[in-house]
């Protein structure tokens, strides 16, 4: 049984890796037209902020509030984000679902293999 868990997981790790490869890339102006689908969203970080609770923001084409999309660290992930606050100002590729939330464009991080620096 240990065996079929571990071989489900593979092919749950596998799957994810392939979706992320292949993913369309997409600006940050673009990302309310993919809610529900998995993209790379490329630009330049405007702003990065830590609310009081913990949770990270990295915002896309403006400063909260007037940003059009961000990435959210929730504060149980944000151990594995070391160094996020250096984005700002650096351009980057989100990768991830994109879901709305309270009307703006936004992927959830889990992982920092979703964030990779660009030139």
């Known amino acids: ?3 079929i868990s571990k071989l489900v997981s593979a092919a ?6 392939a979706v ?7 600006s940050p102006k673009e990302t309310s037209y993919y809610v ?5 969203v490329e630009g330049v970080v405007s702003q990065v902020s830590t ?12 400063r909260y509030p007037n940003h059009i999309f961000y990435a959210v660290i929730f504060k149980n992930n944000a151990d594995r984000f070391s160094g996020v606050r250096s984005l700002e100002g650096k351009a ?4 991830g679902a994109i879901e709305l939330y309270k009307g703006k464009p936004q992927i959830i991080l889990r992982s920092p293999s979703q964030i990779e620096l660009r030139n």
Do not use: D, P, Q
């Not at 609310?51 to 403006?62: C, D, E, P, Y």
């Open 92 to 95: 980057v590729a989100i990768t």
């Open 1 to 3: 049984m240990h065996f």
């Open 51 to 62: 609310s009081n609770r913990g949770t990270t923001f990295i915002n896309f084409g403006g």
């Open 12 to 17: 749950g790790l596998a799957l994810l890796l």
């Open 20 to 26: 992320t490869a292949h993913a369309e890339t997409v």
């Open 36 to 40: 529900g689908e998995t993209v790379t």
